[in-house]
Structure formats: structure tokens, C-alpha cells
């Protein structure tokens, strides 16, 4: 089984390893692990330590929560294989030989949520510019210029979003990261489900700096062409850290797309083990999102495909399938509806796991949009309603940046003004309802006048 292993080396271990500018290489840290097959292409992760300002539990995500990097407070984190034969052992007998080891914990497979299903589009991406009621946006000048919108997913293809959507496309190589093994040029990957998302995270934001992070590409032995490990999402938000610090302090705007998720339990701990993902706020990369959204970025995730009526071929959870950061606190899980503001039947229902109350809000899509999944084909799944999200906190962050509204505020602010599909003004389909950008701008401009 692949996994994560989390240890406490030397602070002077610790410290090469936070540092952007030093090399700390998975030897350096984790040499001589008996019975692990250490991951020498993974670049070790410095993991930040939760510091509750209340005195609370530091594993509580439903709680403010600071993250410290100091030496002496963070873990690091390296990758590797364990026999199934002997995972049982090692993850008992390793910490006791290794005191420096903290944890041992899953590595799951991660995947892209496309739709299930052949129904033809309903609609097309000027119906969704109309819904995001994006003029308004853009005569108030909501649309994401000097905004930085990641998109994590399989790669990106500039040229062929800007020729879908008639415009130039920005598209920040610096800032691009790949994981190890991944060949290719930020912007430049073949057309499909990574462009998808970011033709239609534009849509709403067409003036966002475009940062193209390919963690769908990594491979595994046996795996597809469209899936890869948690571990490159981990080193993924590690890499999005730095790009967030290196923002000046009054302006810092980072929104993080995720059209992607952990499908099946096959690929993890048990429920109740300490190194589970699905349904553990321990896990490093639960960690890794809430301390990224307290740095001052929104994080997005897809909700799924896994809903009742028309689940993907691939859930396989028996309950629940909102799982892992796909239901985090922190993060807006995001379920689909077409442009009719009908729920499509394959986004999936809550409750979460990690947070019951998801997902959080519905968006566009199965809507005709940027034929990156072939002729005819529309843009489908939750993973088209995340960026189409995803692109309208952009178009907010245009104006109102982390300083002046924080993340967690700006979640707030739009379930508060979703439109309600209910009597309840919360269920498991619709979440808090649809996100309103009318609304969204109504909110803003009253708060504007208040702080006058």
C-alpha cells in the first residue's frame, strides 16, 4: 500500500525542508525506515502544526485555528510503500523503533469527476455568463484581473480555451507546478478534462492569472490516465503556500479548483484508523487545506458524482461519498444543477464526513461550453460546477482580497445570499442553494457602505 509517513526530524531537518530555497531530499529525513520502500522522487512536505487560539482540540477543524511552520512546531512528510503483508506491523511497530515517526497514513487514489450518463447538453456557456449575471460583475468590476485561480486537475490547454472563449486566456507558468515525473509545459497539455475546468472557471473570471497544476497526471502502477495520489495534491498545497506568502500583504487573492476526489474506501485506512482520509481531520492533507484557507486562500472541491439517481461507475462508498477535503470545513463543496436550477442526478448528496452540512452550494453545468471532452460533449459532472464556482470568488477577489475579506467570510457570505431550494434553508441536495451574484454584489456593496 502507498501511504504517507509523518515524522519530526532534527528542527534543522524541519527548517530545509519549510524553505522554498533548500533541497531536502526524502533521504535526508527518513533514511532507514525498516520495511518501507521510501519514495525518493517526492520532494519531503513540511506539514504546519494546528495551534487552536482557544486552547482547544488541535485536530478540531470546526475551530479558529493559527498554523505554525516554526522548526520546532512543524512535521514533514514523506512517501512510500509498505507490503500489504506487513502494513499491520509496520504501521504498530514504527513508531516504536523510529520515535521521530508521528504517523502513518494513506495515500488514496484521486480521480476527476465526469459525468455518468450520454443526456445531451442543457444549454450552453452564454447561458451560464447570463446566470452569473456576469456583466453586472464586470460594470463593478468583478472580473478577476489579479486574481490567482489554480486549477488542479490533469493539465491545461491555454490555446484551446482562449479559441472557445473568443479571448485571451492569462496563463501564469512561473507559478505552475508539476509533480515529480510529469512531462509537459504549464499551459500546453493536451486538450481535456484540466481545460474543461479552466474554460469554464473563466467564464465568470476572464481576467484571472491562470496557474496550472497537473496533479491528475501523476501515475501509479496499474492506474489511468486520469487519476493520481493524494500526495501529489499535498505537495500541490505545499507549492500553492509559498505562491500565497509571496503576495504582498494587503492583496493576497488565491482560489484553488478541485474537480476531483477519493471515489473508494479500497484505496485507504478503515474508518477509525489513525491513518484514514475520508473521514479523518488528522490526516496530513486535511490539515494542509485548513492551513492553506488560514493563509488567506478559498478552496473549492467538487461534491461528486455520486449522487442517487445517477452515481458514477466508480463510487464506491456505501454512504456518505462527500468525503475527505471533497467535505471540509474550510473548503466550499460544491454539487451541480443545470442551467434550469434543476440538481442533476449524479451530484452527490450529503451529509459530508468530515462536515455534515455539504455541499455547501449548487452551480452551473452540463452546459455546452469548451468541447474539451470532444465534439458535442458538454461541460459536466460537479467538476464543471467547481470552477464555474470557483470562477465567480475570483471575480469577487478582483476587489475584495483576503485582508478585507477572509476566506471564512466569504463563505459565509455566500450561503448567505445562495438562492434556497427548500423550506429549511439548508438540505443534503442543494446545500444552501445556488450561488446569486446579484445577491453576492447587493452584500458587498452594503458592507462597503457600513465600513465607510
Not at 450552453?124 to 446566470?131: A, G, K, M, N, P
Not at 464556482?389 to 463563505?411: E, F, I, M
Request: net charge negative.
Amino acid at each position: 500500500m502507498r501511504v504517507l509517513i509523518q515524522l519530526r526530524p532534527s528542527p534543522d531537518l524541519v527548517a530545509a525542508v519549510a524553505d522554498p530555497g533548500q533541497a531536502a531530499t526524502t533521504a535526508d529525513v527518513a533514511d532507514g525506515l525498516p520495511g518501507v520502500e521510501l519514495d525518493s522522487a517526492f520532494v519531503p512536505v513540511a506539514v504546519p502544526r494546528p495551534v487552536p487560539s482557544t486552547g482547544g482540540d488541535p485536530l478540531s477543524l470546526n475551530q479558529p485555528l493559527d498554523f505554525s511552520l516554526a522548526a520546532e512546531d512543524a512535521s514533514v512528510l514523506v512517501r512510500g510503500t509498505i507490503s500489504d503483508d506487513e502494513l499491520a506491523s509496520r504501521v504498530t511497530l514504527l513508531p516504536g523503533i523510529r520515535p521521530d515517526v508521528v504517523g502513518i497514513f494513506a495515500d488514496p487514489v484521486i480521480g476527476s469527476a465526469p459525468v455518468c450518463g450520454g443526456d445531451p447538453p442543457s444549454g450552453d456557456w452564454h447561458d451560464v455568463e447570463r446566470l452569473l449575471h456576469v456583466s453586472g460583475l464586470h460594470a463593478e468590476g468583478f472580473d478577476g484581473g489579479g486574481v490567482a485561480l489554480a486549477v488542479l486537475d490533469n493539465g491545461i490547454n491555454a490555446a484551446h480555451a482562449a479559441r472557445q472563449l473568443g479571448r485571451g486566456v492569462t496563463l501564469d507558468a512561473e507559478r505552475s507546478w508539476s509533480p515529480p515525473g510529469v512531462s509537459g509545459t504549464a499551459g500546453e497539455f493536451e486538450v481535456d478534462h484540466g481545460t474543461m475546468c479552466a474554460f469554464d472557471a473563466l467564464i465568470a473570471a476572464p481576467h484571472a492569472s491562470l496557474i496550472d497544476i497537473p496533479v491528475l497526471l501523476s501515475t501509479r502502477p496499474g492506474g489511468s490516465a486520469m487519476d493520481g495520489l493524494l500526495s501529489d495534491a499535498v505537495s500541490a498545497f505545499a507549492h500553492l503556500r509559498t505562491v500565497l506568502d509571496a503576495q504582498p500583504a494587503g492583496s493576497k487573492a488565491l482560489v484553488v479548483s478541485n474537480s476531483w476526489g477519493s471515489f473508494s474506501p479500497e484505496w485507504d485506512f478503515p474508518v477509525g484508523h489513525p491513518g484514514n482520509y475520508s473521514d479523518n481531520a488528522a490526516h496530513p492533507f486535511n490539515l494542509m487545506v485548513a492551513g492553506l484557507d488560514r493563509a488567506g486562500a478559498d478552496v473549492l472541491f467538487a461534491a461528486g458524482n455520486c449522487g442517487r439517481e445517477c452515481p458514477d461507475g466508480r463510487c464506491a462508498f456505501p454512504s456518505r461519498p462527500i468525503v475527505g477535503a471533497n467535505s471540509h470545513p474550510k473548503a466550499l463543496s460544491i454539487g451541480g444543477i443545470d442551467v434550469n436550477g434543476e440538481r442533476v442526478g449524479y451530484s452527490s448528496q450529503g451529509p459530508g464526513r468530515l462536515t455534515a452540512r455539504k455541499p455547501d452550494l449548487c452551480a452551473y453545468t452540463h452546459f455546452s461550453g469548451s468541447q474539451a471532452l470532444g465534439p458535442g460533449s458538454p461541460d459536466s459532472g460537479t467538476s464543471a460546477a467547481a470552477p464555474v464556482a470557483a470562477g465567480l470568488v475570483a471575480a469577487v477577489r478582483t476587489l475584495w482580497p483576503a485582508d478585507r475579506l477572509s476566506p471564512a467570510q466569504l463563505r459565509a457570505l455566500l450561503r448567505r445570499t445562495a438562492e434556497d431550494r427548500s423550506e429549511v434553508g439548508f438540505d443534503y441536495g442543494y446545500g444552501y442553494g445556488i450561488v446569486d451574484p446579484a445577491g453576492i454584489i447587493a452584500a458587498l456593496q452594503r458592507r462597503s457602505r457600513s465600513a465607510a
